[in-house]
Nanobody, 119 residues
Framework: QVQLVESGGGLVQAGGSLQLSCAAS????????MAWFRQAPGKERAFVARITWSSGNTLYTDSVKGRFTISRDNAKNTVYLQMNSLKPEDTAVYYC????????????WGQGTQVTVSS
């Protein structure tokens, strides 16, 4: 059974940094795409970044380009989201997700980790 477990959230001041981790288990992820989404209070869940497990190809939403970096450690089966120059509008619950790279929908989701950026 696939499990995605996020960690690393917390409270940080604007301009600060956090690194989120997503520990993945339950299968081989070589043919998968891993992603981070976020959901701010009163808003729908939104895409943040994604990485293909095998090639490391990445994609970011415009609002985080140049500030966030998604990466993966194959040996640890872990995906990271390094968040720099954080802004209050980055405050949200951040979710890790996984899908087979040949599909559109994400099949697996973590429980989420709260990121709060104070001004």
């Amino acid at each position: 059974q696939v499990q995605l477990v996020e960690s690393g959230g917390g409270l940080v001041q604007a301009g600060g940094s956090l690194q989120l981790s997503c520990a993945a288990s339950g299968r081989a992820f070589s043919g998968y795409t891993m992603a981070w989404f976020r959901q701010a209070p009163g808003k729908e869940r939104a895409f943040v970044a994604r990485i293909t497990w095998s090639s490391g190809n990445t994609l970011y939403t415009d609002s985080v380009k140049g500030r966030f970096t998604i990466s993966r450690d194959n040996a640890k089966n872990t995906v990271y989201l390094q968040m720099n120059s954080l802004k209050p509008e980055d405050t949200a619950v951040y979710y890790c997700a996984a899908r087979n790279s040949g599909y559109v929908q994400y099949s697996y989701w973590g429980q989420g980790t709260q990121v709060t950026v104070s001004s």
